[in-house]
């Protein structure tokens, strides 16, 4: 039985996992999966739609404070054994926050998700990082690649790098991904292309 945990179910990009993994377990004919979300939102009060709203009450949600290491003690907890994939999404996105809720919502985050998933076993960790990790401006926009240097030009950019390297040092992690998308979008987007599209409109 595949088990998944979501960490930041209920975020723009907890809600794209979700239906993913809906997807997949629905698609599966006759095998069980578990999937379980964790945040600190109801769906409910997170202004998605109602076939959204219908996934959400098909998995198992814990509604908790991300800050509290004990709320996501309890989230990790599972009688039927260790989590097949741990996926980290509730980090902080947003420019313009203060270091201290970086420091707390992004690089303290991921440590305490990251040490949870080695201390229960968890197969794998997915991590999202972002793409304003690597130096802005680069050459003719050239694409990035894994191996290149990192180079924050924002305290948004360095709370991530820091969240990086705390993921990393778990070394009990048997398999980590770490993801950094440039730019997302999609259903429920509100802070990437929706929000540039209205302010593009509303310039003309």
């Not at 769906?43 to 908790?64: H, K, N, S, V, W």
């Not at 305290?155 to 398999?175: D, G, I, K, Y």
């Amino acid at each position: 039985m595949p088990s998944v945990l979501v960490v930041g179910a209920a975020n723009f990009y907890g809600r794209a996992v979700v239906e993913q993994l809906c997807g997949s377990r629905d698609g599966a004919a006759g095998e069980a999966w578990e999937i379980r979300g964790a945040d600190k939102v109801l769906p409910q009060l997170a202004g998605f739609p109602a076939e959204t709203l219908a996934l959400y009450e098909t998995i198992d949600y814990r509604m908790g404070n991300l800050r509290s290491r004990a709320f996501l003690a309890q989230a990790f907890a599972r009688d039927a054994g260790r989590w097949d994939v741990v996926v980290n999404v509730a980090g902080e996105y947003k420019f313009g926050q203060a270091a201290a809720a970086y420091a707390q919502d992004v690089s303290r985050l991921a440590a305490d998700v990251a040490e949870l998933a080695a201390e229960h076993g968890a197969g794998a960790l997915v991590h999202l990082s972002t793409a304003h990790v690597y130096r802005a401006g680069s050459a003719a926009n050239a694409p990035h690649g894994e191996d290149d240097p990192v180079e924050p030009s924002n305290e948004l950019a360095a709370s991530h790098v820091r969240a990086e390297a705390a993921v990393r040092a778990v070394a009990a992690l048997p398999a980590l991904v770490v993801l950094r998308p440039a730019l997302s979008y999609g259903p429920g987007d509100r802070q990437n292309v929706v929000p540039m599209l209205i302010s593009a409109q509303l310039s003309r």
